[in-house]
């Protein structure tokens, strides 16, 4: 069993900054591929972005540019950096495992999840 637990959500003004956060027990962390998504009331679960064992990543187009995933695997942990931060960014920021490496932009693969933790960007 895997926990994960997501920190670092908050208020912010359009084009500031937030660190996301999001800590992983477990001695395996360096295989597993870990994943950002997001959730607005009403809506589908989206994919922000993902990172594979290796350290490839991938973004959804609307974050490219302005959204940096990374992980450290001595510390068990994997970052969203989020730069010039619009209000449609606004939403529960939840982290997910899956533990066969890859950091898919699909939902499916992904074995466990946060709980998540809420971003709000004010225009």
């Known amino acids: 069993q895997v926990q994960l637990v997501e920190s670092g959500g908050g208020l912010v003004q359009a084009g500031g900054s937030l660190r996301l956060s999001c800590a992983a027990s477990g001695r395996t962390f360096s295989f597993y591929g870990m994943g950002w998504f997001r959730q607005t009331p009403g809506k589908e679960r989206e994919f922000v972005a993902g990172i594979s064992w290796s350290g490839g990543s991938t973004y959804t187009d609307s974050v490219k540019g302005r959204f940096t995933i990374s992980r450290d695997n001595a510390k068990n942990t994997v970052y969203l950096q989020m730069n010039s931060l619009k209000p449609e960014d606004t939403a529960v920021y939840y982290c997910?495992?899956?533990?066969?490496?890859?950091?898919?932009?699909?939902?499916?693969?992904?074995?466990?999840w946060g709980q998540g933790t809420q971003v709000t960007v004010s225009s």
């Open positions: 997910a495992a899956d533990v066969r490496g890859f950091g898919s932009s699909s939902s499916r693969p992904y074995d466990y």
